[in-house]
């Protein structure tokens, strides 16, 4: 007869039973870290210490595991039929087996379909209660490792014309001890539960499951938890990695390294780094997309006379014409001479606006000037504020 287990998981790993599975992982660590053979030559206690461990944490570390363990206590020595452990009285609705006569059950299994063995029926009938995935082969699942965000100040200039720069990144590495497995097969021992099989057998009442070794996932061997990372299959180290930045980079601008995010989990790919741009502002170039927003400022003289200026662009000074009777405020634009753009082989304008600058009057010949001016245009240039709907004013 199947025995209770010799071990409460929980206890093994001095974690309570509602644990997250963060909390037990540290705790497996912090553990693991303690008793490994290596780090206790000769201490068979430590040894045995650290089997019981590597043990508890192979079932909580896993859900499908740990929630059979809570229900039922189907990854027990126990198996359905004997005791349960201290959290069977969590019992599943659809799996209270226990004393149960699967008989008929059987009779109407094998009915249905003469051509299939009995076992194929119990293993059709056994796998509604888990939902298909109980008795199948159980792979270590390989999962692509977490991707990092990092931001990055680049100056106005290195953004519009590109430039490569270099951070240093945290992440995690795959071990090159166990090659991100969390553990090397040279050291491995046959499985205690199967017998190096592979496979358990359950009873059910009259029933007679063969199963997937729930503690090796029907490897027949279970594998050492590596010395360098402690079974975590990653190691924990900073990087200088180099970035290039495209010309025309704009602020908030999201840049993609491939591979050289988190390592994956069982030698999984490891994610991507994601660099995104902050560019910092300059005190006369405005940007708007692939276009370069310029205020310039000019006289009254030449606004109204008209004249020719040179005004400052990102590739250095160029000539502008500011035609007679320019108004305050008037953009100009400049064809190709804002920023290009690589993806889409365009370079965009630059945008000048005239801003007029009132003459400081401080002699009476200016004065006299200026009262000419006004004698001479008399029109009201607020006139129009007052058109129209003005309501009750």
């Known amino acids: 007869m199947a025995s209770a287990p010799k071990h409460d998981y929980y206890e093994t790993l001095s974690v309570a039973r509602g644990a997250s599975d963060d909390e037990i992982r540290k705790a497996y660590r912090k553990l693991a870290r303690k008793y490994h053979p290596d780090l206790n030559p000769g201490d068979k206690s430590a040894e045995d210490r650290f089997k019981n461990v590597q043990e508890a944490y192979d079932v909580l570390n896993d859900k499908k595991k740990r929630d059979m363990y809570d229900q039922v206590g189907f990854y027990s020595d126990s198996g359905f039929g004997g005791p349960q452990p201290p959290s069977a009285g969590r019992s599943h609705p659809n799996m209270d087996f226990n004393g149960f006569d699967f008989s008929d059950m059987y009779k109407g299994a094998k009915a249905e379909s003469e051509t299939r063995k009995s076992s194929g029926a119990f293993k059709d009938i056994f796998s509604q209660f888990f939902h298909g995935g109980a008795e199948e082969h ?69 029933m007679k499951f063969n199963l997937t070794c729930p503690r090796c996932s029907g490897k027949g061997r279970l594998k ?102 320019t108004q305050n405020e008037q953009k100009f634009r400049l064809r190709e001479k804002g920023i290009f753009n690589a993806r889409k082989n365009t370079r965009g304008d630059q945008i000048v606006q005239v801003m007029l600058k009132a003459p400081i009057v401080q002699d009476e010949r200016t004065k006299e000037l200026l009262r000419e001016l006004a004698t001479l245009h008399p029109e009201d240039p607020r006139a129009a504020l007052f058109e129209g709907d003005m309501g009750d004013a």
């Open 138 to 206: 159980v792979e270590e699942v390989t999962e692509k490792g977490a991707d990092l965000e990092y931001g990055l100040n680049i100056s106005f200039w290195k953004a519009i014309r590109g430039t490569t720069a270099k951070i240093e990144v945290a992440r995690y590495d795959g071990c090159p001890t166990c090659h991100g497995v969390g553990g090397n097969d040279s050291g491995s021992v046959a499985c205690p539960q199967c017998n190096g099989s592979g496979n358990v057998s359950q009873m059910a009442g009259n």
């Open 224 to 325: 050492n938890a590596c010395a360098t990372c402690h079974g975590e299959g990653r190691l924990a180290r900073k990087e200088s990695v180099e970035i290039r930045i495209p010309a025309g980079a704009q602020n908030g601008s999201r840049l993609r390294v491939a591979g050289k995010g988190n390592a994956g989990n069982q030698g999984g790919p490891p994610g991507d780094l994601y660099i995104t741009t902050h560019v910092e502002e300059h005190p006369l170039f405005r940007r708007e997309g692939d276009n370069i927003l310029l205020k310039v400022p000019i006289t009254v003289a030449e606004a109204g006379l008209g004249t020719k200026i040179e005004v400052p662009t990102i590739d250095g000074r160029t000539g502008m014409k500011i035609p007679p009777g």
